[in-house]
């Protein structure tokens, strides 16, 4: 009883020191949104620094042909989508008026079925131009994160030439020079290879639903690609999204057999790169019940906007990593945990009790 009373205090002391952590994040936002986006844009770009100096490539020529390849790809791809959602907004007051038109035809023949619907109650609780109004807003605000770009580019080159020191720096300030604290490597190699595969696979998801839209012969293909690739970082729900304006879009351009055709595409790409490609080169994945990783999704980008929703799965796997290094604190790791990482935990545990017996 001692013990738990004891302990109340540690408690509710963490738990305020929290939401003043929270509230403070949650203010400087402009100030960690970009840093976050640097931290995770090299995390996700050094492992082909890492492969380059395999080949005996120096750093500085590595890390200066990786950033302007970054460059490049974002100055072409911005001033294609830029074009692409210029065309759509000034589009959009005809698209909408056309999807409403639809939709008023989709409930006149359900009612030639006896199903009755109230035509202005069902339009005005359920705007079809909102769908397309939020893929504007998405990729608008993204934009607006982007108008710092040079200096996340600037961050990023500093944090690739100090990225090989820094992990020793770690260790030393945790007063572990001798490397046997495996917490932290753990979590920078299960965020390197996180967002390293999520890359490429969102990298694949954008241009394969990007084809299949040309091919369909669908307007504005490569802002919806763009939204597909964005998307797919934001877990279990990001793909559902992307598909909405996109599918909607070619209800009434193209109909509805073509509707169909492109939900199919987005459901075959995503159902192949999300359950057939990523598991197999990311193995078990990062350890997060599907549960929290919805939840996390909720939480950072409340916390951080639509740059939060992006990085909520490695912004929880630092959460979860930080949680397993103290014993005080593991139990909340382990309900974080999803059912296979589950079993690990619990034998790890059995281990160092044998171990101490």
Known sequence: MQSHSSSSPKILLI????????????????????????????????????????????????????????????????????????????????????????????????????????????????????????????????GGVLTNFFLILLIVVFMLFEAESIPKKIHIALDDPDMKMQQVDKFLLSVKNYLAIKTLVSLGTGLIIGLWLYFLGLDHFLLWAMLAFLLNYIPNIGSMIAAVPAVLLAFVQLGTPSAGLVALGYVVTNTVMGNVIEPRYMGRGLGLSTLVVFLSLLFWGWLLGTVGMLLSVPLTMIVKIALESSQDTRWIALLLASETDEPEAVSGEEANVEKSV
Do not use: H
């Open 15 to 142: 738990l305020a020191s929290l939401v003043i952590i929270l509230a403070g994040v949650k203010v400087a936002s402009a100030i960690v949104v970009p840093f976050l986006l640097s931290l995770f844009l090299a995390m996700a770009c050094s492992p082909i620094i890492n492969t380059a100096n395999r080949f005996k490539i120096p750093r500085v020529i590595a890390v200066v042909i990786v950033i302007l390849l970054i460059v490049i790809f974002g100055f072409v791809l911005a001033g294609l989508v830029g074009q692409s959602m210029n065309e759509f907004s000034q589009n959009m007051p005809k698209y909408r008026s056309q999807l409403v038109n639809e939709f008023a035809w989709l409930i006149g023949r359900l009612d030639a079925f006896n199903i009755k619907l109230d035509k202005q109650q069902i339009l005005s609780y359920l705007d079809p131009g909102m769908a397309m109004n939020m893929a504007s807003n998405l990729l608008s605000s993204l």
